[in-house]
């Protein structure tokens, strides 16, 4: 099975910073990424998958990328709303695995 | 929309057994995969497992090595609702347990829409 390891664990950083978190995966896996926001307390939220591809609503400053067994998630602009934990996911048909998250945190 | 509506938090004792349950609505909810994830106390998201809400049979249900043996899904597709089941609770069961749909774009497998969270504490 295919294990996701991100980077880094947590991370400090101002508002109007550009930020960007790591995923790599065991072994290659396309494009088949996805990445999550989620809060404290609250359900996570779909922001990117198919590696690159913005969930419909979520703000531009967000942005993936990356194949095979390295991707990326940059935010341009680090905005008060942006703090938060982050998931990558490795999916497929029948299986599916998170990363450990990253936690954004203010510096 | 699309919404998933889980039940609501439960407090058992170990041994005890528990069904919860994810509700869903929106156009054409019962012919797609729900998924079950687990995020223990100050922890990550680990996949759970998935069912098929379009068809009953068994086929179409997969769990992750992790809790394979350990707990059962199912759903019944009349009220578009799956269901994540635990016939022996421990208190290391206790985590927020999130239903998840499965998008319907094509080739695509990623999580759109979650629900609230089912908050299960197993405590003696």
């Known amino acids: 099975d295919i294990q996701m390891t991100q980077s880094p664990s947590t991370l400090s950083a101002s508002v109007g910073d550009r930020v960007t978190i790591t995923c790599r995966a065991s072994?290659?896996?396309?494009?088949?990424l996805a990445w999550y926001l989620q809060k404290p307390g609250k359900a996570p939220k779909l922001l990117i998958y198919n590696a690159s591809s913005l969930e419909s609503g979520v703000p531009s400053r967000f942005s993936g990328s990356g194949s095979g067994t390295e991707f990326t998630l940059t935010i341009s602009s680090l905005q008060p709303d942006d703090f938060a934990t982050y998931y990558c996911?490795?999916?497929?048909?029948?299986?599916?695995?998170f990363g450990q998250g990253t936690k954004l945190e203010i510096k | 929309e699309v919404q998933l509506v889980q039940s609501g938090a439960e407090v058992k004792k170990p041994g005890e057994s528990l069904k919860i349950s994810c509700k869903g609505s929106?156009?054409?909810?019962?012919?797609?995969?729900v998924a079950w994830v687990r995020q223990m106390p100050g922890k990550g998201l680990e996949w759970i497992g998935i069912?098929?809400?379009?068809?009953?049979?068994?086929?179409?249900?997969r769990y992750s090595p992790s809790f394979q043996a350990q707990v059962t899904i199912s759903a019944d597709k009349s009220i578009g609702t799956a269901y994540l089941q635990w016939n022996s609770l421990k208190a290391s069961d206790t985590a927020i347990y999130y239903c998840?749909?499965?998008?319907?774009?094509?080739?695509?497998?990623?999580?759109?829409?979650w629900g609230q969270g089912t908050l299960v504490t197993v405590s003696s």
């Open positions: 929106g156009y054409g909810f019962s012919n797609f995969w």
């Open positions: 998840a749909r499965q998008t319907p774009i094509m080739d695509l497998y990623h999580f759109d829409f």
């Open positions: 069912i098929y809400l379009g068809d009953s049979d068994t086929r179409y249900t």
């Open positions: 072994q290659s896996m396309s494009r088949r």
């Open positions: 996911q490795h999916y497929s048909p029948f299986f599916h695995t």
